[in-house]
């Protein structure tokens, strides 16, 4: 959400990358444990796509911190944006319906993100606005029922 109020001017970018830090270092350290605790491929699997969410917070946050190009964070995005989608497709094939879903919209906001960042694409009001309804539609209300027992 933070980030798509940033893209359509309401938050300025030094306030957005507290939110873009927190988050980073929050999935890095929940990725790390579970890598720790991982003993099959599976395990890894989810570890390798929780920490491409990690590293786009930490990137995002520090491209906003130093004023950094966004050209290497979009590149990145592309890079992820390609991986979000054979992983949709494994969701879809292991009969998770609601994943494959979740994981084509991120694949969808990525490579927004990379044409946005990487390209310098004019696209920053439809990437915030998609950034918003991404963040609602795959985070917000699946973890709001995921907390009370309902997903």
């Known amino acids: ?3 798509g109020a940033n893209l359509l001017g309401a938050v300025e970018n030094r306030s957005a990358s507290i939110m873009n830090i927190l988050t980073g270092v929050l999935t890095f350290v929940i990725n790390l444990i579970s890598l720790l605790k991982a ?15 990690s590293f786009t917070y930490l990137y995002v946050g520090a491209t906003y911190i130093f004023g950094l190009d966004t050209s290497g964070l979009g590149w990145y995005c592309l890079f992820v944006g390609l991986t979000a989608i054979p992983t949709a497709f494994l969701n879809f094939f292991s009969g998770d319906n609601r994943f494959g879903v979740i994981w084509l919209i991120w694949a969808a906001l990525w490579l927004l993100f990379f044409l946005l960042a990487g390209l310098k694409r004019q696209i920053g009001r439809l ?3 998609a950034t918003i309804f991404t963040a609602i539609v795959t985070c917000w209300i699946p973890g709001y029922l995921m907390l ?3 997903w």
């Open 1 to 3: 959400m933070v980030n």
């Open 148 to 150: 009370i027992g309902k």
């Open 127 to 129: 990437t915030g606005w």
């Open 39 to 53: 003993n099959e491929p599976a395990a890894f699997f989810s570890v390798a796509t929780g920490l491409l969410f």
